[in-house]
């Protein structure tokens, strides 16, 4: 099929090299025209794994091409994908400028029948919006259809997360725009959930607002651990082996953070407002997320007395591993409170400093762990990468002024640190638990 994607960010690259290598046409439009110039060039603009040779390989074998030329695209393609942004506004809604922008140029543009579908993350209704503007802007008798198609990648994993996912959610309204996407999607096998739209767009608030109360479920708890000295990777452990719960999003930590949990919830709280239903459950949720930070500030000061003119090294500034994202990562929060204080930060990230440089200003960014720790009075984890799981540790512990660690992502273990001489302070741990 001939495919466009408007967007070319995390979500809308994936996807364009994905349907490519699936054997389709694919044209990656994007509206700024450095990451187009760059991306033609090859150079890809994020860091996810096994992005760039995809991409590479699918240019290469004509599958797959990028423009800024909306009307290029509208015309040489039957489905429209719109994966731009949907940041949050301050009031908590999500902006929603970007679809409306695209959703009527589509439809100035548009020569003959048009597949348009909704894959950024909107909230409930957005569809029937994106109907109304094509249908106003059209020239014409057009047919058309809106579908909604949200996108469950995460960031890290997203081409293995994209061609095996756990479900694809496709809502409709015409049996058109139903076969066309269940067509497009065939080839992955995957498990398809066909509904109306407005239960689509749901479905997407629903899982990630689900997911979000997961990790405040786990981060309630932990406190409750450190409250009581019992140890919440033992607790969660036990929980998830319940089928009912599953282990997954039962890490405690410093909370959720990027570019989708926050922004959801605070978008579904509102648009559950606007239809008149107060979320306390989701408010509950959020202030939950916001309190880790807290703690974990908290920790910090209990342990060092005073920040001001402290040395603390940052491990981790992504707001996950394997991303270069730290849109909303709480590392940001965390080194900025900090700094606040007067404390001299040094931080490392094995992809996220870069993007990190360009607002984190005063902080020293070195080139390892090892460097970070050099003269350090406290070790911060604030994102689980796997390569801090295999430091050294006693070479950590020489190299540090004293040998604290504060781990916000629990990724150690308090029995082991504690043996080896460095004071450990996790999540909801306790140092009594002997395995
Ligand atoms: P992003 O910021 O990485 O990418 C959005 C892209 O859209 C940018 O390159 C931007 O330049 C472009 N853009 C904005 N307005 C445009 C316009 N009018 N015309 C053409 N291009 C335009 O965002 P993302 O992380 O890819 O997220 C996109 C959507 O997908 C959001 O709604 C997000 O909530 C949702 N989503 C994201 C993830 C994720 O893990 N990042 C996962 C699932 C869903």
Redesign the pocket.
């Known amino acids: 099929m001939n495919i466009s994607i408007?967007?070319?960010?995390?979500?809308?690259l994936v996807t364009g090299v994905c349907l490519a290598e699936l054997g389709n046409t694919v044209i990656c439009?994007?509206?700024?025209k450095k990451?187009i110039g760059n991306l033609k060039k090859g150079i890809v603009p994020?860091f996810e794994p096994g992005l760039h040779e995809l991409i590479a390989s699918n240019v290469k074998q004509k599958r797959l091409k990028f423009t800024s030329n909306?009307k290029q695209a509208v015309h040489s393609s039957e489905i429209i994908f719109i994966?731009?942004?949907?940041p949050a506004m301050n009031n908590g809604e999500?902006d929603h400028i970007?679809i409306e922008?695209?959703a009527r140029n589509i439809a100035i543009n548009m020569p003959d029948y048009r597949l348009i579908v909704e894959?950024?993350?909107?909230p409930v209704e957005t569809g029937e919006w994106v109907k109304h503007t094509i249908q106003n802007n059209i020239k014409g008798k057009i047919k058309f259809d809106v579908a909604s198609n949200?996108?469950?990648?995460?960031?890290g994993q997203?081409i293995n997360d994209f061609m095996h996912p756990d479900r694809i959610v496709i809502g409709v309204e015409s049996e058109k725009a139903k076969n066309l996407l269940v067509s497009l999607y065939k080839p992955l096998g995957a498990q398809l959930v066909i509904t109306d739209i407005k239960s689509a767009e749901l479905i997407k608030h629903a899982s990630n607002s689900y997911l979000a109360a997961k990790i405040s479920f786990i981060n309630a708890i932990s406190q409750i651990c450190e409250k009581s000295g019992a140890d919440v990777v033992e607790v969660a452990k036990g929980m998830g082996l319940d089928k009912r719960i599953g282990p997954g999003f039962l890490n405690a930590g410093i909370g959720y953070g990027?570019?989708?949990f926050p922004?959801?919830v605070d978008a579904f709280i509102t648009i559950s407002e606007k239809l008149g239903y107060n979320f306390e459950l989701l408010k509950t949720i959020k202030r939950i997320n916001q309190q880790m930070l807290e703690f974990f500030l908290q920790k910090i000061k209990n342990n060092l007395w005073i920040i001001k003119d402290k040395t603390i090294g940052i491990l981790g500034i992504s707001f996950k591993p394997n991303t270069d994202?730290i849109r909303n990562a709480p590392s940001l929060e965390i080194i900025k409170a900090l700094q606040d204080e007067g404390a001299k930060v040094k931080a490392y990230d094995p992809q996220g400093a870069a993007k990190a440089k360009e607002i984190l200003k005063g902080v020293a960014f070195c080139s390892d762990s090892y460097a970070v720790s050099k003269g350090a009075d406290c070790l911060l984890i604030l994102t689980e990468w796997d390569e801090f799981k295999e430091l050294d540790l006693l070479k950590i512990k020489k190299l540090m002024r004293h040998p604290l660690v504060i781990d916000g992502r629990n990724i150690y273990d308090p029995v082991k640190l504690s043996k080896m001489g460095l004071k450990y302070i996790g999540i909801g741990r306790s140092a009594n638990f002997k395995r």
């Open positions: 408007v967007g070319s960010g995390y979500v809308g439009l994007d509206n700024d990451k994020i909306l994966a731009v942004g949907t999500a970007g922008n695209v894959k950024s993350t909107v949200p996108e469950f990648l995460r960031e997203a990027g570019s989708c922004k959801d994202d």
